[in-house]
């Protein structure tokens, strides 16, 4: 079992209890909810698909992976989600019977994710309508934070869309967005403030 932070909605807990376990199980190490748990998600995903695949590493997109994700994707976005939660700090939103429609919104900064979305696409290592994985932020910051990501430092091909590469990205929004409310004054970051400029 991990420890978790106190206002995790009960089946998020549950999903990322179980995503732990996988990895305990595969590795024999116990996930905490810091970054360090980033590279055990991306290893076993790639490590399943690979068994999936009869041992062979599949391309980006692959059937193979795309039938993991069903599996896969809400307990590994509730672990992904909650780490992100206890590091800068955030709230759940949306139905938790649906992952494609989880939506966690930090406190102290204006964006919105859903990590079940961003765990989807590690697993395929594409993007995914029906799975939404895009940082959302104001209208007015928007494509400014574009920029700042699009200056970042370029990272392999076959990390693009790992848990640890969408970390960096949402880190960089951070510090961004801080920045400009400090420059700007501060979006409020209330579930009415992030309904009202982003919808439900």
């Known amino acids: 079992m991990i420890a978790l932070p106190p206002n995790t909605p009960d ?3 549950q999903l990322a209890q179980r995503a732990a376990a996988h990895i305990q199980q595969r590795f024999g190490l116990t996930p905490d ?8 998600l991306d290893a076993f995903t790639e490590a399943v698909v690979c068994e999936e695949n009869r041992g062979e590493v599949p391309e980006p997109g692959h059937v193979v992976r795309h039938n993991m994700v069903e599996l896969f994707a809400p307990s590994f976005g509730a672990l992904f989600g909650i780490t992100l939660a206890s590091t800068f700090g955030a709230d759940w939103r949306g139905p938790s019977a649906e992952p494609a429609k989880w939506r966690l919104e930090f406190r102290d900064f204006f964006l919105r994710i859903n990590p079940a979305g961003l765990a989807a696409h590690a697993i395929v290592r594409a993007p995914l309508p029906e799975w939404p994985g ?4 104001a ?3 928007t494509e400014h934070l574009e920029e700042r990501l699009r ?8 990390q693009f869309f790992s848990l640890e590469t969408a970390w960096e990205s949402i880190q960089i929004a951070a510090d961004y967005l801080r920045e400009r409310a400090k ?3 501060a979006i409020e970051c209330s579930e ?4 009202t400029i982003l919808g439900q």
């Open 192 to 195: 009415a403030a992030y309904a």
């Open 11 to 13: 089946t998020i807990a």
């Open 151 to 158: 200056l970042a430092p370029g990272v392999p091909e076959d």
């Open 134 to 137: 895009t940082l959302q932020t």
């Open 33 to 40: 909810i810091t970054d360090d748990t980033l590279p055990l």
């Open 139 to 141: 209208p007015s910051l």
């Open 183 to 185: 420059k700007d004054g």
